[in-house]
């Protein structure tokens, strides 16, 4: 299977490289998620690196944007990354503390999906916030999100 990352959606070549979550993530921990995610999902360790790596970048920038109401939504198969982070709640609540000024960003699931395009935009979002996109995890629901909109909240 070939991995697909795409760096930032819009080039611009002031900002260099996009980052990655595993200079944020310590190794130790990335491991336990990796092998959490294998655990639950049919994947191998490169589609768990894959989706746990869009979900670290969806929540570090959920958290770059807290109080601006923007509505992101990470779409199904980046949702489950979160999930897997935010189910670590030790972790997560370190991770909060360390990137979102102390504020637990909490976890307020809609039933519906919501079709406004907002998968995509939050794409953009993260890709604008310099992580790397692998953005056929994004596409799996492009038109579709079921996060809760326009709060600070997953």
Request: glycine share 10%; hydrophobic share 40%.
């Amino acid at each position: 299977m070939e991995t697909a990352v795409v760096g930032p959606l819009t080039t611009d070549p002031v900002t260099g490289p996009a980052r990655s979550v595993r200079d944020v993530v310590p190794a130790d921990l990335w491991e336990k998620q990796v092998r959490l995610l294998i655990r639950d999902y049919p994947y191998d360790s490169v589609m768990a690196a894959r989706v746990l790596g869009q979900g670290y970048a969806y929540l570090l920038t959920a958290m770059n944007h807290r109080g601006e109401a923007r509505g992101l939504a990470p779409g199904k198969l980046v949702d489950i990354g979160v999930h897997t982070i935010i189910l670590d709640t030790v972790a997560y609540a370190e991770l909060c503390d360390r990137f979102n000024g102390g504020y637990f960003l909490h976890h307020v699931p809609k039933a519906e999906m919501k079709n406004d395009g907002s998968v995509m935009r939050t794409a953009g979002i993260v890709a604008a916030d310099g992580w790397a996109v692998d953005l056929p995890l994004w596409a799996d629901a492009g038109t579709c999100g079921p996060c809760h909109p326009g709060n600070d909240s997953h």
